[in-house]
């Protein structure tokens, strides 16, 4: 079977956006061979179902059951589900749970006879669980009859070439499936849609990212693709479907009512103390999981932590997201909004691991729990003013290190002494604070990681079935 990472690494930041610079990223592959191909066009067939690679026989002794052969084991060795708990939409339609490296042709072991079996109607059940469609997903007319005919045995593996096109029949990969309803934002890059699934009648969100033929797919792109394809957590936003196109391509979200900032916005800045504790588990939860598969977010603020009606929030926007497999890995700099980027950052450290991550977890407890942005700097000069003037200006004996750095230096900052944060969050009891004083240490080493502060005793009153729960369930709903 064919299992690669695709670890990013851009040689050049300023040209990441030209079709070219795809050959500076780097590829791993394990038992296999790599794609004939780096270009834009062979990645995106990658993803969208295009490649094609010869099929591998199996002995029929070895396939065992049905259902089993199709769930496809994480690399970590055991078994994750996709997450459909408590979801409105249904299957992205390129689910990891089908069998990627088996194929049609079933060959029986030398010398075995085996009898000729009796092929069974096929059943929207058979059909949904084989590709793993949602429940409710509309089939069009003729296609069970279809698949009847052409179809091999249920009882028997389907390769991912016939499943891919089973699923393009049924409509996934199509833009004619989703119909745009109104424009919800748009940036440099893309533009993204409220639209309607015709397989399911549920709202999506249509991320319809434009394509340069001079410079490319944007990079941001490439990396919300390929980490979200393999990113299937309760905590983190589900993507449907990809259709690719020769102008654009379009990634399909689920759809969330609203992000934090418009939440704040609608309850007054006031958030119940409650749900402050709810929603700041639900990001920890969510981080820990992209952590501990070495994946940094780096562009964590509340306009990109989605909410629906039931309270669930989720992580959205991996647009500068990375894999990250060293930890002493060099990055750049211009990364993470103003207000949530960390002191080490801003005085243009490049060096960092998911610690980055925690310190804009800070800003954000601080936000829900206050009203009020933390620090709401202009410029970086000013960010680092309003940083120093709460925390105190750091020194060798608080920050290692930051006296030999020419960036502070240049600043020249007053001498100002921290301040009591209980001061500026009196909401807060006492362990609430000590958790975000863990969130906004100078050194990003001394930073809580999301699995230490998730087991913080500030989430004592939410009880301990929250630290058992499966990765695909949601924690309990608001009250």
């Given at each position: 079977?064919?299992?690669?990472?695709?670890?990013?690494?851009?040689?050049?930041?300023?040209?990441?956006?030209?079709?070219?610079?795809?050959?500076?990223?780097?590829?791993?592959?394990?038992?296999?061979?790599?794609?004939?191909?780096?270009?834009?066009?062979?990645?995106?067939?990658?993803?969208?179902?295009?490649?094609?690679?010869?099929?591998?026989?199996?002995?029929?002794?070895v396939i065992g059951g049905s259902l089993g052969s199709f769930m496809a084991m994480p690399r970590n060795g055991s078994r994750l589900d996709i997450v459909h708990e408590n979801?409105?939409?249904?299957?992205?339609?390129?689910?990891?749970?089908?069998?990627?490296?088996?194929?049609?042709?079933?060959?029986?072991?030398?010398?075995?006879?085996?009898?000729n079996r009796i092929h069974r109607r096929i059943s929207m059940e058979d059909l949904n669980k084989r590709l793993s469609l949602p429940a409710d997903i509309r089939i069009p007319d003729g296609y069970l009859e279809k698949l009847q005919i052409n179809s091999p045995p249920f009882d028997q593996p389907m390769s991912r070439r016939s499943r891919r096109a089973s699923l393009s029949e049924i409509g996934f990969g199509k833009m004619e499936t989703y119909v745009k309803l109104e424009k919800l934002g748009e940036g440099t890059y893309a533009t993204v849609y409220k639209g309607r699934s015709k397989l399911t009648e549920n709202l999506?969100?249509?991320?319809?990212?434009?394509?340069?033929?001079?410079?490319?797919?944007?990079?941001?792109?490439?990396?919300?693709?390929?980490?979200?394809?393999?990113?299937?957590?309760?905590?983190?936003?589900t993507l449907h479907d990809i259709v690719h196109t020769d102008k654009s391509l379009t990634l399909v979200f689920?759809?969330?009512?609203?992000?934090?900032?418009?939440y704040m916005d609608d309850c007054g800045n006031i958030m119940s103390v409650h749900?402050?504790?709810?929603?700041?588990?639900?990001?920890?939860?969510?981080l820990?999981?992209?952590?501990?598969?070495?994946?940094?977010?780096?562009?964590?603020?509340?306009?990109?932590?989605?909410?629906?009606?039931?309270g669930e929030l989720k992580l959205?926007?991996?647009?500068?997201?990375?894999?990250?497999?060293?930890?002493?890995k060099t990055y750049s700099n211009e990364v993470v909004t103003l207000w949530y980027r960390p002191p080490d950052v801003l005085l243009g450290s490049s060096e960092y691991s998911t610690q980055i991550d925690m310190w804009g977890v800070g800003c954000i407890f601080f936000e829900m729990a206050s009203g009020r942005p933390l620090f709401p700097g202009s410029t970086v000069e000013d960010e680092l003013h309003l940083i120093f003037r709460l925390l105190g200006t750091p020194s060798q004996e608080t920050w290692p290190g930051i006296t030999s750095s020419d960036e502070f230096r240049n600043y020249n900052f007053p001498k100002y002494k921290q301040q009591p944060l209980i001061n500026h969050a009196p909401r807060l009891d006492s362990e609430g604070i000590e958790l975000i004083v863990k969130f906004l240490q100078y050194e990003s080493k001394k930073r809580i990681s999301a699995?230490?502060?998730?087991?913080?005793?500030?989430?004592?009153?939410?009880?301990?079935?929250?630290?058992?729960?499966?990765?695909?369930?949601?924690i309990v709903p608001l009250i």
């Open positions: 079977m064919w299992i690669y990472e695709k670890l990013y690494e851009e040689q050049n930041e300023s040209h990441c956006h030209s079709t070219s610079s795809l050959s500076s990223y780097h590829y791993i592959f394990l038992n296999g061979r790599p794609p004939t191909s780096h270009s834009m066009h062979s990645f995106l067939h990658q993803y969208t179902g295009s490649f094609k690679k010869p099929p591998l026989r199996r002995p029929h002794s979801l409105k939409m249904g299957s992205d339609g390129e689910s990891d749970q089908a069998s990627g490296t088996s194929s049609d042709e079933v060959q029986s072991p030398t010398g075995v006879c085996l009898r999506v969100a249509l991320k319809e990212i434009r394509l340069e033929h001079e410079e490319g797919a944007p990079c941001t792109a490439i990396r919300e693709v390929s980490l979200l394809k393999d990113l299937k957590h309760a905590n983190i936003v689920e759809y969330l009512d609203k992000d934090l900032k418009q749900n402050v504790k709810l929603f700041l588990y639900q990001i920890l939860r969510g820990a999981y992209c952590h501990r598969r070495k994946v940094l977010h780096r562009d964590l603020k509340p306009q990109n932590l989605l909410i629906n009606e039931r959205a926007d991996f647009g500068l997201a990375r894999a990250k497999s060293v930890p002493t699995e230490e502060a998730m087991k913080h005793a500030y989430f004592r009153s939410l009880g301990t079935r929250i630290h058992i729960l499966p990765e695909s369930k949601f």
